[in-house]
T-cell receptor
Framework: GAGVSQSPRYKVAKRGQDVALRCDPI?????LFWYQQALGQGPEFLTYFQNEAQLDKSGLPSDRFFAERPEGSVSTLKIQRTQQEDSAVYLC??????????????FGDGTRLSIL | GENVEQHPSTLSVQEGDSAVIKCTYSDSASNYFPWYKQELGKGPQLIID???NVGEKKDQRIAVTLNKTAKHFSLHITETQPEDSAVYFCAASPDSNYQLIWGAGTKLIIKP
C-alpha cells in the first residue's frame, strides 16, 4: 500500500516568508509525528498527534512553528516569518493502525526547506 | 531527558565482512529501540527494532542486541553488500508510539 507522502519535496523561501509543509500519513494510522533533521544529524522531535489531537508540541522551537491535523488524517506544519536556521529536512512519520499497539513509525521522504 | 550516543560516526568495511554499530542511552525508562537506514534524499526506513523484554533479535543478515543493565544496544550486519551502504540511526523511546530520541548516525561504507 501507499506509504507516508510529503509535499513539496523541496521548498525554497526567502527569509521572512511563511511556508506550509504537508504530510499524508498511511491510511488509517492514528499517530502522526513531525521531526526536523539538520544536515548530517539525526532527526529531532517537533510534535505529535493522536487523531486530530495535538498531544505533544514540546519540540517546536518557537511560536513561529504551528502544526495541525484538523480531520485526523492529513497534517500541515506551518512556519511563519522563516529564518535561515529553519533550513532543514522536515520528516513526517505515522504509526498505530487503529486497534493495534506497539507499531513502529513509518517515515516519508521529507521536505527539504532552504531559507535564503 | 533521554540522550542517545552512537559510534562510530563513519564505518568502512570490506564487502562480505561484518559491521557493528553501537549506541548507548541514558534514560532507564526507555523500552523501545529501533534502527533505521537512511539513503541519500530518502526518509529513514526501519530495518529492525527491539523491546526491553528481549536481549537479542535477528532478521536474516541483521541482528540487534540489547543490554538494559549497561544501557547499550548494538546493530550487527553480517555478509555486508554494496546496497548496505547508507547512514544508520539508532533511537530510543519509552514506547514506539512516543517521540523517538535519535543518535547522530553512522555512515556505513561498503568497499568492493
Amino acid at each position: 500500500g501507499a506509504g507516508v507522502s510529503q509535499s513539496p519535496r523541496y521548498k525554497v523561501a526567502k527569509r521572512g516568508q511563511d511556508v506550509a509543509l504537508r504530510c499524508d500519513p498511511i491510511s488509517g494510522h492514528v499517530s502522526l509525528f513531525w521531526y526536523q533533521q539538520a544536515l548530517g544529524q539525526g532527526p529531532e522531535f517537533l510534535t505529535y498527534f493522536q487523531n486530530e489531537a495535538q498531544l505533544d508540541k514540546s519540540g517546536l522551537p518557537s511560536d513561529r512553528f504551528f502544526a495541525e491535523r484538523p480531520e485526523g488524517s492529513v497534517s500541515t506544519l506551518k512556519i511563519q516569518r522563516t529564518q535561515q536556521e529553519d533550513s532543514a529536512v522536515y520528516l513526517c512519520a505515522s504509526s498505530q493502525p487503529a486497534g493495534r499497539s506497539n507499531q513502529p513509525q513509518h517515515f516519508g521522504d521529507g521536505t527539504r526547506l532552504s531559507i535564503l | 531527558g533521554e540522550n542517545v550516543e552512537q559510534h562510530p560516526s563513519t564505518l568502512s568495511v570490506q564487502e562480505g565482512d561484518s559491521a557493528v554499530i553501537k549506541c548507548t542511552y541514558s534514560d532507564s525508562a526507555s523500552n523501545y529501540f529501533p534502527w533505521y537506514k537512511q539513503e541519500l534524499g530518502k526518509g529513514p526506513q526501519l530495518i529492525i527494532d527491539i523491546r526491553s523484554n528481549v536481549g537479542e533479535k535477528k532478521d536474516q543478515r541483521i541482528a540487534v542486541t540489547l543490554n538494559k543493565t549497561a544501557k547499550h544496544f548494538s546493530l550487527h550486519i553480517t555478509e555486508t553488500q554494496p546496497e548496505d551502504s547508507a547512514v544508520y540511526f539508532c533511537a530510543a523511546s519509552p514506547d514506539s508510539n512516543y517521540q523517538l530520541i535519535w543518535g547522530a548516525g553512522t555512515k556505513l561504507i561498503i568497499k568492493p
